[in-house]
């Protein structure tokens, strides 16, 4: 059964830091270019950041560019997103995807790109 499961959410105060993972099981990972997708309350779904199937780029939006860092290490079938300085808007709950296409340019925050999700991981940002 193919499966991403994100974990390492929780709330942290404003300025404070989380380590979010998502672990792949049932496909090798190492194919698949990588995403993260908050969905806060009451909003769409948008991406934040990508990764291509090797790790060797990355890209941000402006809203997270210098705060969030994306990894992923394909021989533990994991990603992270790291996120440092968080603020009261990044409340979220944080997902990642898996697209087996190459994310180009815009396809990075594109939902509509990625074949596999997962759940989900809570994020609440708040003093």
């Known amino acids: 059964q193919l499966q991403l499961v994100e974990s390492g959410g929780g709330l942290v105060q404003p300025g404070g830091s989380l380590r979010l993972s998502c672990a792949a099981s049932g496909f090798h990972m190492g194919y698949y270019a990588i995403g993260w997708f908050p969905q806060a309350p009451g909003k769409e779904r948008e991406g934040v950041g990508c990764?291509?199937?090797?790790?060797?780029?990355?890209k941000y939006t402006d809203s997270v560019k210098g705060r969030f860092t994306i990894s992923r290490d394909n021989a533990k079938s994991a990603a992270y997103l790291q996120m440092n300085s968080l603020k009261t808007e990044d409340t979220a709950v944080y997902s990642c995807?898996?697209?087996?296409?190459?994310?180009?340019?815009?396809?990075?925050?594109?939902?509509?790109?990625?074949?596999?999700w997962g759940q989900g991981t809570q994020v609440t940002v708040s003093s």
């Open positions: 995807a898996a697209s087996l296409r190459p994310v180009v340019g815009s396809d990075c925050y594109n939902i509509y790109y990625y074949d596999y």
């Open positions: 990764t291509t199937s090797g790790g060797g780029r990355t």
